[in-house]
């Protein structure tokens, strides 16, 4: 069913947005997206490289995570192309120019300039097998002040929308409209919509309902040029073996350079293991069944499923209260030859 056109109304926030989204996706290409994209966890991915896959990023900025999935995935087994929508026109043009010098041949790319929310452009191509996405952190958008948004089939199955001052979730529906039968997705969160109410609690609960939801990985902090955030990864399918949802946390995983952290090798190989395993690992990961999930209100926050490490220093309660006691005892002997002292002199004088 195809949807009314809106009228598309550029705003300088999204335009805003969307330039540090994408430096950021630069920045973070290889660490957040290769558990999801590396020929090695093709079994996790169930059909993501196909030979008719289709790839497609709804919030492109400058094209960095498609050539990252055409690098990991090869451009041959991408054969019905690399799809995107950006906002910004400079950085839709970037992006073009991008798959040129990355040896995309113009039939095989189709990077449209428009509003993802508002007016997505690849009506006629989807569903999509691969979607990764790094999209702008909780920005305005139109919300339920435009009355066509809550009959929009990409949004509508969620029975509400997503705020109006944090289209976070808008993004994340987008998606999942788009995504196909046999896909994943991989989209990079703000942490807040992992347990705020309201609207976004219904959205979660309407992603948990249907098993829509087979990852969460919190991020480690002060990843990202930009920003200090401790962002999450959600990983999206239609067609999930259990209803179980995984949780991992990575928030350890990355090694201090100047200024920023860093995953390296050791620490995404970590992630990615952990990822197709599914094994409960105390302190790191927990694969967690949906009523335990609703128990906990839909609350989908890594820390409320993995308990984090305790880092404080362990006493031993038996050897400080010896210590104690042999402090006392000293402090006896001290007061007995004090004592001793005084009663000395008192009889001298």
Not at 135 to 141: A, N, V
Not at 260 to 284: C, G, M, Q, Y
């Amino acid at each position: 069913m195809a949807m009314a056109k809106t009228v598309f109304r550029a705003r300088p926030a999204f335009y805003r947005h969307r330039t540090v989204a994408a430096s950021w996706s630069q920045r973070a290409e290889t660490p957040l997206f290769q558990a999801f994209l590396c020929p090695s966890s093709l079994k996790v991915t169930d059909g993501l490289c196909i030979k008719d896959a289709t790839t497609i990023d709804p919030a492109c900025g400058s094209g960095s995570l498609l050539l990252k999935a055409a690098k990991i995935l090869g451009k041959e087994n991408v054969r019905q192309g690399f799809y995107g929508q950006e906002i910004n026109l400079t950085t839709y043009n970037l992006c073009r120019i991008n798959m040129f010098l990355h040896d995309i041949d113009f039939d095989k790319f189709n990077i449209a300039h428009e509003d993802t929310l508002l007016s997505p452009q690849h009506w006629d191509d989807e569903p999509f097998e691969a979607i990764v996405s790094n999209p702008p952190y909780s920005i305005k958008w139109e919300g339920d002040d435009n009355p066509i948004l809550i009959n929009d089939p990409r949004f509508s199955p969620a029975g509400v929308l997503a705020p109006k001052s944090k289209a976070d979730l808008a993004f994340i529906m987008h998606s999942l409209a788009w995504l196909a039968t046999n896909g994943t997705a991989a989209i990079v969160c703000f942490p807040g919509i992992m347990y705020r109410g309201g609207a976004e609690k219904k959205i979660r609960q309407h992603l948990i309902d249907n098993n829509f939801i087979d990852c969460i990985i919190q991020l480690p902090n002060n990843l990202f040029f930009g920003t200090s955030i401790a962002t999450c990864i959600m990983v999206l399918k239609r067609s999930k073996s259990d209803n179980k949802t995984l949780f991992i946390d990575a928030s350890n995983e990355f090694v201090k350079v100047t200024n920023n952290n860093r995953l390296t090798k050791e620490n995404i190989t970590h992630i990615v293991d952990e990822f197709v395993s599914r094994a409960d690992v105390k302190h790191f990961a927990r694969c967690v069944p949906y009523e335990q999930i609703v128990e906990q209100d839909y609350n989908l926050s890594v820390s409320t499923y993995v308990e984090a490490r305790d880092t404080r220093e362990k006493i031993d309660i038996v050897k400080l209260n010896a210590e104690i006691d042999e402090i006392v005892a000293r402090e006896q002997i001290l007061r007995d030859e004090i004592a001793k002292i005084i009663s000395e002199i008192e009889v001298g004088v």
